[in-house]
């Protein structure tokens, strides 16, 4: 019953936006995010112990960036043009299809395929045409792999709270005289006392505690609502790494950042001294003659 239900609604949502798009009529953001979410739960591939799913937000990037960048090859025109419209069409493919979502790895994707796309053409265009030592490259290959390291330790529990390690459970101290006659303190979990877990609410700040997650919140600490969870020291969450930024992870993530920095500024002034030579790097960013007619 359950799976007809969803076939039958999945068709509708098929039906509703073919129909509007033959008709040639405006088709509203809720349809084309039901159409979307619908065909990235079909789509799957196969995989050892059964077919797996594939967020299909991983695709964009892997086909809008490629086009983009050698669309903006051809002439500085059209660099400027691919450079003003790329981040507008990212932000609203975003805003319309995952917005609603929560988490999404669109913009994780883009990174990465971002990051492995410029190193393939760093490679090509610059290694291996004799125009850099096996220093130079290996700098970069050592931060490349810098960033995916400290990328993973970055993507890792951020400091979540849960109902066992936080909340007002600060465990109720019961005392019980035993046979002996010797008096002994033990803990009364408040999960089995009801009674005593409301009274132990009632002595917690409000703004301490979270009736979301049911927890009681250390200082610093705040509720995610794309995650759904309160994270301690939450900074931000970012969408980049599609992970909150907390007690846990934070240091992993300031690291990357300036691995990343320097990295990229390194590569690209070894770049630009390949392709703009006879400039400086400074006046290469405005102005490197011949660069389209090269490198088209």
């Known amino acids: 019953m359950r799976l007809g239900i969803m076939y039958s609604s999945c068709g509708s949502s098929y039906s509703l936006f073919f129909s509007r798009w033959i008709t040639c009529k405006s088709l509203q953001p809720e349809v084309l995010a ?3 979410e619908t065909a990235s739960d079909r789509f799957r591939v196969p995989w050892i112990r059964g077919a797996r799913k594939v967020d299909l937000s991983i695709l964009p990037p892997l086909v809008l960036l490629p086009i983009s960048l050698h669309v903006a090859a051809f002439h500085v025109l059209l660099g400027v043009g691919v450079l003003t419209s790329l981040p507008i069409l990212v932000i609203w493919y975003y805003q319309l299809t995952h917005r609603r979502k929560g988490k999404t790895l669109l913009f994780l994707s883009l990174a990465l395929f971002s990051l492995g796309y410029m190193y393939y053409n760093f490679v090509q265009e610059v290694l291996l045409k004799g125009h850099i030592g096996w220093g130079h490259f290996s700098a970069v290959t050592c931060g490349l792999l ?10 890792q529990d951020p400091g979540y709270l849960n109902r066992s390690t936080s909340g007002p459970r600060g465990a109720a101290r019961g005392q019980r005289e035993p046979a002996n006659g010797v008096r002994k303190t033990e803990e009364i979990s408040p999960e089995a006392h009801p009674c005593i877990q409301e009274e132990s609410r009632k002595l917690i700040p409000e703004k301490n505690y979270c009736k979301l997650c049911e927890v009681l919140r250390p200082p610093r600490s705040g509720h995610c609502r794309i995650c759904g969870s309160c994270v301690q020291r939450l900074d931000h969450h970012c969408v980049w790494i599609n992970n909150c930024i907390g007690a846990h992870n934070h240091k992993f ?3 990357l950042l300036v691995i990343f920095q320097f990295t990229s500024v390194y590569g690209l002034i070894l770049t630009l001294r390949t392709i703009c030579r006879g400039h400086s790097v400074f006046s290469a960013l405005f102005y490197c003659p011949g660069v389209y007619a090269t490198y088209r």
Request: cysteine-free; proline content about 0%; hydrophobic content about 80%.
């Open 253 to 255: 993530f300031i690291l």
């Open 146 to 155: 810098l960033i995916l390291m400290f990328l993973v330790k970055a993507k």
């Open 34 to 36: 039901r159409v979307i």
